[in-house]
């Protein structure tokens, strides 16, 4: 069965920067290697939305708010998806959600990321 489990976040000051990881378990090597990686976050009574993509061929996507400030990047030896967050805002606090895509969709279970001070 395939599990996403995410870590980091937490509380982070205006304009610091926090690293979240996120480890696909029950996925052979070479199956994750050809795996749409993807960050989401949600926050209450919004819709959950795309912040950053990792396509297999390495290709990369941003929303207009993660741009410039967010890095997503694969670890393909450890199974591991990663998104760096530079320059925080108060406007990041969300719950912060992995999402892999091969054939089907599976999510983590979500990490909280508040941004103040």
């Known amino acids: 069965q395939v599990q996403l489990t995410e870590s980091g976040g937490g509380l982070v000051q205006p304009g610091g920067s926090t690293r979240l990881s996120c480890r696909v378990s029950?996925?052979?090597?070479?199956?994750?290697?050809?795996?749409?990686l993807e960050w989401y976050r949600q926050t209450p009574g919004r819709e959950r939305e795309l912040v950053g993509r990792?396509?297999?061929?390495?290709?990369?996507e941003y929303s207009a708010s993660a741009k410039c400030r967010f890095t997503i990047s694969r670890d393909n030896s450890r199974k591991m998806v990663n998104l760096q967050m530079n320059n925080l805002r108060p406007e990041d606090t969300a719950v912060y959600y992995c999402?892999?895509?091969?054939?089907?969709?599976?999510w983590g279970q979500g990490t909280q990321v508040t941004v103040s001070s």
């Open positions: 990792l396509a297999t061929e390495g290709s990369t």
């Open positions: 999402k892999a895509t091969k054939r089907n969709t599976y």
């Open positions: 029950g996925i052979i090597l070479s199956v994750f290697w050809y795996t749409t």
